[in-house]
């Protein structure tokens, strides 16, 4: 959970503070958390966890918006795994490329599971506004980048594998998870850079970005972008979401990942995209007070990028 600050600070949000609660979250924890920060009855807005949704393009329905949910929700009965009338639909727009067919973006995910991240807010005294994906609620941290104006990527360790999100002028184009990548980079104790072991990871991760970004250059007639920005995500996080996969999904990754991708594998990744890869610079998006744990920051990033798209 990340409060930000409704004046700015260098004309950038400003946070004020953060906590992060791993999961099963403690509806009681939370409450007093929010009690403590004088945070109850203030608006606020929700990051539904990967495994809580599903999104994909589709062909826009020929009918009137109204109607779109409905007819989306059993055109893609098939891959709900639950009864298409406990599906809830969002579309929003894919924006225009290399296609000349008309697409949207669904986002959809069970009802009861939403109604359970509404009733959390709700115990916690919390007014939610709205709840946001992960995809969106990354993508919106870099658009006060420079680079934003001609595109950049994102990297994110999510747990289920390395998400990819693509974005340009505002715009979500584009995620994609890559789940056959090796995690062994972010372990505890990665490779050493120099062994054949690192360099193959570092290949086939390489090879993956490589067409994600050759896709989404065909698929949007859209130039590659400059930039790739690796998300950080601390050691307290990480191993809370593999414990959380483990609980959910049956998923068991090896070891604790580390704080960061070291640097020297972000240049061996620049040379073989063609690309700058670097961290993301947190301080270039966003304040924070002082006292504010950078560590548990990490951990608030959709948190915070959702705060920052509703402050817009």
């Not at 600070?9 to 953060?18: E, F, H, K």
């Not at 807010?121 to 006060?144: M, N, W």
């Not at 086939?204 to 007639?221: G, K, P």
């Not at 504010?292 to 920052?308: K, M, T």
Request: glycine share 6%; proline share 8%.
């Amino acid at each position: 959970m990340a409060q930000v600050h409704s004046q700015r600070l260098d004309n950038l949000p400003l946070l004020r503070r953060c906590q992060f609660f791993p999961e099963p979250v403690i509806p009681e924890e939370v409450n007093a958390w929010v009690r403590q920060a004088g945070l109850r009855g203030a608006p606020a807005v929700g990051v539904l966890d990967r495994d809580a949704y599903l999104l994909f393009p589709a062909d826009r329905p020929n009918l009137p918006r109204s109607e779109w949910g409905l007819n989306l929700r059993w055109k893609i009965a098939d891959r709900l795994g639950y009864p298409a009338q406990e599906a809830v639909v969002e579309t929003f727009a894919l924006p225009g490329g290399a296609s000349k067919s008309e697409r949207i973006y669904v986002a959809v995910a069970r009802s009861i599971r939403l109604q359970q991240e509404v009733a959390l807010f709700h115990q916690a005294e919390l007014r939610l506004q709205r709840l946001d994906i992960v995809e969106l609620a990354l993508g919106r941290l870099t658009d006060t980048l420079p680079e934003a104006e001609t595109g950049v990527a994102l990297l994110y360790w999510s747990g289920a594998g390395l998400l990819v999100i693509l974005r340009r002028q505002g715009l979500f184009y584009l995620a994609r998870l890559l789940e056959n990548v090796s995690l062994d980079l972010w372990s505890p104790a990665p490779p050493a850079p120099a062994t054949q072991s690192a360099s193959d990871a570092v290949d086939h991760l390489a090879m993956e970005l490589h067409r994600t970004l050759h896709f989404y250059q065909n698929s949007f007639a859209q130039p590659t972008p400059h930039n790739l920005y690796v998300l950080p995500m601390s050691p307290l996080c990480r191993q809370a979401e593999m414990e959380r996969l483990q609980t959910r999904e049956k998923y068991a990754w090896p070891g604790t990942p580390a704080q960061a991708l070291p640097m020297v594998i972000c240049e061996q990744l620049s040379k073989r995209l063609e690309l700058t890869v670097q961290p993301l610079p947190l301080q270039a998006v966003l304040r924070w007070q002082d006292g504010v744990d950078e560590a548990l920051l990490s951990c608030c990033l959709p948190a915070l990028g959702a705060l920052v798209g509703e402050m817009r």
